[in-house]
């Protein structure tokens, strides 16, 4: 059973402050990452993809992934009220380029 | 400007009374997928369209049906609606079904069952 595992939170953070999300892969041969941002009772909205090992920063936020230890990460700069949600990690194995499995999510409360 | 639409945004059905959930799409993707949701939960695939050809995920159950009339187009049909079947509804698309393809989602329908 291939499985993506979050820490399902919440985590609660000051306005301004730096949010670490974090997510773990059990399958070896997965090619592709995503963090989605779910609002309470939306759909989810991509925020960022990332393929390779190292960082890929876009605005305040920031993917890291590591391959080596099947873990992929989501700092959020500058926390503001409006990225409090459901912050989702996704994986699409490389047995299938249809399937794109998702963990629980995390519940992220950025406090003013 | 809306992609993906679902219709309709909320579904409330009876125990055991057939039900449709419907989508559409204007990118003209191949790829269709149905994902449910349920609360604090993670979202779970259901099944998929890569054109016309279906691929059901093995634990689907029975009860969940879909047909695709053509690119445009994807229903979901819940066939004896239990009360473990209430949850948000997820279509999604893409336009190839490649490692670093991304969905695009609809708004979703939350079904209650009662």
């Known amino acids: 059973q291939k499985e993506v595992e979050q820490n399902s939170g919440p985590l609660s953070v000051p306005e301004g402050a730096i949010a670490s999300l974090n997510c773990t892969y059990s399958d070896r041969v997965s090619q592709s990452f995503f963090w989605y941002r779910q609002y309470s009772g939306k759909s989810p909205e991509l925020i960022m993809s990332?393929?390779?090992?190292g960082d890929k920063e876009d605005g305040r936020f920031t993917a890291q992934l590591n391959k080596a230890s099947q873990y992929v990460s989501l700092l959020i700069r500058d926390s503001q009220p409006s990225d409090s949600a459901t912050y989702l990690c996704?994986?699409?194995?490389?047995?299938?380029?249809?399937?794109?499995?998702f963990g629980k999510g995390t519940l992220l409360t950025v406090n003013p | 400007d809306a992609m993906v639409i679902q219709n309709p945004r909320y579904q409330v059905t009876q125990f055991g009374k057939p039900v449709t959930l419907s989508c559409s799409q204007t990118?003209?993707?191949?790829?269709m997928y149905w994902y449910q949701q349920k609360s604090s939960q993670a979202p779970k695939l259901l099944f998929h369209y890569y054109d016309k050809d279906f691929n059901n995920e093995a634990d689907t159950p029975d009860n969940f049906q879909s047909r695709r009339p053509n690119t445009s187009f994807c229903f979901l049909d819940i066939r004896s609606p239990g009360l473990g079947d209430a949850a948000m509804y997820l279509c999604?698309?893409?336009?190839?079904?490649?490692?670093?393809?991304?969905?695009?989602f609809g708004s979703g329908t939350q079904l209650s069952v009662l």
């Open positions: 990332i393929y390779s090992n």
């Open positions: 996704a994986v699409r194995s490389g047995g299938s380029n249809y399937k794109l499995t």
């Open positions: 990118l003209n993707h191949n790829v």
């Open positions: 999604a698309t893409s336009s190839v079904a490649a490692f670093n393809e991304k969905l695009f």
